[in-house]
């Protein structure tokens, strides 16, 4: 859009003092962005990135389909375990409630032990 002027000529005057203040603030503001983005990229190099944010995030969201195929894995073995109990004892949800559960559990404790946070013993 075209600046509007006053026809007395005062329009563009009272604009440049809040324009060049804007402009100092935008300066300003510039200059602290350009010095966080180069502290953060200094304190990236030091703890040895992974070449970026992209692969951080892709490691990351593979870590995160991993954990969470383990749990999901851990239910659904369960759950067919007790399924087939159930079918073959003829103990209807009996068998299927005590699987599930079990199979949580499982995916759990393999999901804690796949995050680090458990040691794993293995015996070794």
């Known amino acids: ?5 006053n026809d007395e000529g ?3 005057r009272e604009k440049l ?8 603030r ?4 510039d ?6 983005r180069g ?3 200094i304190e990236t190099d030091q703890a040895g990135g992974q070449g970026g944010d992209g692969a951080a995030r892709a490691s990351a969201m593979a ?16 759950a067919l375990i007790g399924w087939g109990i159930d ?7 009996w068998g299927l409630i005590v699987f599930v559960l079990l199979g949580f559990t499982a995916g759990v404790v393999n999901v804690v032990r796949s995050a680090g946070v458990a040691p794993d013993r293995t015996g070794r």
């Open 63 to 78: 870590l995160g389909f991993r954990l969470s195929s383990e749990l999901i894995a851990g239910v659904i073995v369960g």
């Open 87 to 93: 079918h073959l004892l003829s103990i209807s949800p």
């Open 39 to 41: 502290n953060r990229k």
């Open 1 to 5: 859009m075209a600046e509007r002027t």
């Open 10 to 12: 005062h329009g563009n």
């Open 26 to 29: 935008l300066g300003s503001l």
């Open 31 to 36: 200059q602290r962005l350009s010095e966080i």
């Open 17 to 24: 003092p809040d324009e060049a203040a804007l402009s100092a």
